[in-house]
């Protein structure tokens, strides 16, 4: 029979090196899977643990296990090498459940990080060894904090005494000559104020977000020659509010609108004057108020002060009307041109002029409008003399049997449309000829203050590709 012995103490004869992470190896419980006869076997090369060669007859300790069962206190029996396994036993002391004593540490001897510190065998001790997990406490680190200089004080503040992390108390007002970092929970001031530097030294406070390398805000004071104080305060507000910094392009900027030379953006929302003007540019100094469409690279309206050697103001105001009015700026071929200079060559005086203009599939689809005339005015009236369909591609594809009418929105000139038929096969055909009928009991002068244009009428279906010329002869009645 043979005998098992064991020791009782709280302190276990120190080991050379730790192992504080996860060593990759295979681990065998012994013959009786008890513990007893243990081994811990590496991949084949020398063993290095915490900068330290490990050779056989080093105690190791192995206090972080991924597997926490086979943590403990093991004897090296064979130094690793090139085709060598390097082999660990558990040691005589820690084979058996009746040596443990929660409560029980060993020194370290050896090791770049972990030499001079201690580990804690802690609660709660496994049922059976190499089975159950086992846990290991680092106690004592190397560079610990100790207590220097005068005697504590009660509720007094301890301060570094020196670069070797000793404490003392401030025995007058205390100065931290090193940074202080709460590595959770927070730090508040429940009565009095938080200060970051002082007069002549600067300092700033600062605010990390939730992912790192994401940026942080900074609160920080500059110099100013007036040498006044700056305070950023809430308004009496009803609700919980955030206001959010732009991104001005630049690499510094101010809250709210600056004077720097980049573009600043609302992102969402409106800038609204309630009281006062908005101004685009100063005297002196060019600026443009731009609106942009729905559709991106869809042009965009401009409104742009040119000079004049008059140096008066120009005003556009609307008039007193009655209902919501909409003006639309004609297209007049020309790159430039002042507002209604479509309507610059109307004749007046019942004088009649012509008007030939070509409609494609794709300006007439959906609702699409081709202006024929823009009224110059909310009195001005038109009435039609003639209206003929010219030769050109016609329109066709997409299963489209539309018409075709010229109409002011309320009257339809050619009552019915020009027919499908002629839409497809474009003719010269007049007013009343084949496919192009005459209004029947409406009148041929147009509604006051309405445009004139070409639009489909009747029919269900679309076209999708071609056009149709039309040259429609009318007179102004009213200016």
């Known amino acids: 029979m043979s005998l098992q012995q064991y020791n009782q103490y ?16 295979t681990y065998n419980n012994g013959p009786s899977n008890n513990g007893v006869g243990a081994t811990f076997t590496y991949a084949t090369g020398a063993l290095t643990i915490d900068s330290v060669v490990v050779v056989a007859g080093d105690r190791v300790l192995l206090a972080d296990q991924t597997n926490s069962n086979e943590n403990g206190i093991y004897i090296c029996t064979v130094t690793g090498a090139t085709g060598v396994a390097a082999v660990l036993q558990r040691a005589a002391d820690q084979q058996c459940i009746e040596q443990l004593l929660k409560g029980q540490y060993v020194t370290i001897a050896a090791g770049s990080v972990n030499a001079g510190g201690a580990f804690v065998m802690v609660e709660p001790l496994p049922a059976n060894l190499g089975v159950d997990a086992l846990s290991w406490l680092s106690q004592v680190a190397v560079g610990a904090v100790t207590f220097s200089g005068p005697a504590s004080t009660a509720n007094n503040l301890a301060v570094f005494s020196d670069t070797a992390g000793n404490l003392k108390a401030a025995s007058t007002a205390a100065t931290l000559a090193f940074g202080l970092t709460l590595s959770t929970g927070n730090f508040a001031a429940s009565q009095g104020n938080v200060t970051a530097g002082s007069s002549g030294h600067a300092g700033q406070l600062a605010s990390f977000p939730g992912t790192a390398a994401n940026g942080s805000f900074i609160f920080k004071a500059i110099n100013n020659a007036g040498g006044f104080n700056s305070t950023l305060s809430n308004a009496n507000i009803g609700q919980a509010t955030v206001y959010t910094l732009p991104d001005s392009g630049q690499a510094t900027t101010n809250i709210l609108l600056s004077d720097n030379a980049g573009t600043q953006h609302i992102l969402s929302g409106n800038l609204s004057v309630d009281v006062g003007n908005l101004l685009a540019g100063s005297s002196g100094h060019a600026g443009t108020l731009t609106s942009f469409p729905a559709t991106a690279a869809n042009g965009s309206l401009i409104l742009a002060a040119i000079n004049n050697t008059g140096g008066f103001n120009s005003t556009l105001s609307n008039s007193n009307i009655g209902q919501s009015t909409v003006y639309s ?44 005339v823009v009224h110059p005015s909310a009195t001005s009236q038109f009435a039609v003399l003639d209206i003929k369909v010219l030769k050109s591609t016609g329109l066709s594809g997409g299963g489209g049997d539309r018409l075709l009418s010229v109409s002011d929105g309320t009257i339809v000139f050619n009552n019915a449309g020009i027919t499908a038929a002629l839409l497809g096969t474009p003719i010269l055909t007049v007013w009343g000829g084949s496919g192009n009928p005459l209004a029947v009991g409406a009148s041929e002068v147009s509604t006051a203050g309405a445009d004139i244009f070409l639009q489909y009428i009747g029919g269900a279906t679309d076209y999708t590709t071609g056009s149709v010329q039309v040259a429609v002869t009318m007179v102004q009645v009213t200016a």
């Open 329 to 372: 700026l004609p297209e007049t071929g020309a790159a430039t041109s002042v507002l209604v200079s479509s309507q610059s060559n109307i004749p007046t005086n019942n004088v009649a002029f012509t008007i030939v203009k070509t409609a494609t599939a794709a300006a007439l689809a959906t609702a699409g409008k081709v202006n024929l």
């Open 10 to 25: 709280p302190w276990l004869t120190p080991v050379r090196v730790v192992a504080t992470s996860n060593q990759t190896g």
